[in-house]
């Protein structure tokens, strides 16, 4: 797989992939700053090319045209695998992103077919089947990202697809009104059925109840499990990368306790963490938890395949004493490690300080 970075990336491309995650996730954009620069930048185009594909599906409102936009999406994705990308500055950022950190075709396509069963309005009979959504349209992400960071072993792969899950099970508690109101329900058919809540007759009349708080609790249990599984694989990522992806973690997470406080009311109240409360978290990023799951744990059955399409790619290695451009980014970002770690964690933690007194 090639490491040269692609010629069409134009002036200007990085500062609208910028404003696309601004304007797109304020909990992703918070995270993010935490990133180094040579991390934050791809970061931002991943993401950017992610939210460009969400919305040409989530916008179109007829079947057809959702159909049609999927197939679109399949034709980018090969078109920025060529070398040849669509002209749009997400697409070229997205092109380089693939080739410099050799990230596997099988991700994005991926993604794309969970936004594919988005425009198909499918339900999800069980747990199982909810995860294999997440698995697409969140795994991928946190793999892709994990690929960024210049990680490719699998523990801290699958350990980066349980958080994407986390995430969207978190999302799908915060959100489920908002989908309600749109025609869509992910809430497993199982639990609805065991808490005695007929699908149709909730979409038809979208409404909070005892018996829906119960099932959007167990969803949050379920969110909870995935954290706790997916904290270990942060330590496998480069210390100065650390904060930012514990600090997304655990922002997520507080979502979700939101989520709780309004009695998993996510029907006729939204759930949100304050500018404070996100960059109090932000600042205690730099402090691992003390309790979490074990790094070596087998991935989820339903995001396997995920990992297993990365360490299926040969990736050029060096000849010994030649070193290349990918070892010597990781002896740099090595060294820069090393000085800026306790750096960080004293800005953190004053920043934290700073705002918990104001």
């Given at each position: 797989?090639?490491?040269?970075?692609?010629?069409?990336?134009?002036?200007?491309?990085?500062?609208?992939?910028?404003?696309?995650i601004r304007a797109g996730s304020k909990s992703f954009h918070a995270a993010g700053l935490l990133l180094p620069r040579a991390v934050r930048e791809p970061a931002h185009g991943l993401y950017a090319f992610?939210?460009?594909?969400?919305?040409?599906?989530?916008?179109?409102?007829?079947?057809?045209?959702?159909?049609?936009?999927?197939?679109?999406?399949?034709?980018?994705?090969?078109?920025?695998y060529d070398g040849h990308p669509v002209d749009a500055a997400a697409d070229r950022a997205f092109a380089e992103i693939v080739t410099v950190h050799a990230i596997p075709e099988t991700l994005p396509l991926a993604l794309v077919e969970g936004l594919e069963w988005d425009a198909q309005g499918r339900f999800y009979r069980d747990v199982g089947e909810l995860q294999a959504y997440a698995a697409r349209v969140a795994g991928t992400v946190g793999a892709m990202m994990t690929l960024v960071m210049g990680v490719r072993e699998p523990e801290a792969l699958a350990r980066a697809c349980d958080l994407g899950a986390a995430m969207q099970f978190t999302n799908i508690a915060r959100d489920v009104g908002e989908d309600a109101r749109m025609g869509r329900l992910y809430l497993p058919l199982e639990w609805l059925a065991e808490a005695g809540i007929d699908p149709d007759a909730f979409l038809a009349d979208p409404q909070p109840s005892p018996a829906l708080a119960g099932v959007v609790a167990r969803l949050l249990e379920e969110a909870d499990r995935l954290y706790w599984r997916a904290e270990a694989g942060i330590a496998a990522l480069p210390a100065r990368c650390r904060p930012a992806i514990r600090a997304a973690s655990r922002i997520y997470a507080a979502i979700g306790r939101e989520v709780a406080r309004n009695g998993y009311d996510s029907v006729t109240r939204r759930a949100r963490v304050g500018g404070g409360a996100k960059l109090a978290l932000a600042g205690l990023s730099a402090f691992p938890s003390y309790t979490f799951g074990r790094l070596g744990a087998p991935p989820l059955p339903e995001t396997a395949f995920l990992v297993a399409a990365v360490t299926a790619l040969p990736v050029a290695r060096p000849e010994r004493g030649l070193p290349s451009w990918w070892d010597l980014r990781g002896r740099v970002l090595h060294v820069l490690d090393l000085i800026e770690r306790l750096r960080e964690r004293e800005s953190f933690a004053r920043a934290a300080q700073s705002e918990i007194a104001g």
């Open positions: 797989m090639p490491v040269s970075r692609p010629e069409n990336l134009r002036p200007g491309d990085h500062a609208a992939c910028r404003s696309a992610c939210r460009l594909a969400d919305d040409l599906v989530d916008e179109t409102h007829d079947a057809a045209g959702r159909v049609a936009a999927v197939a679109r999406l399949r034709e980018r994705i090969r078109r920025a």
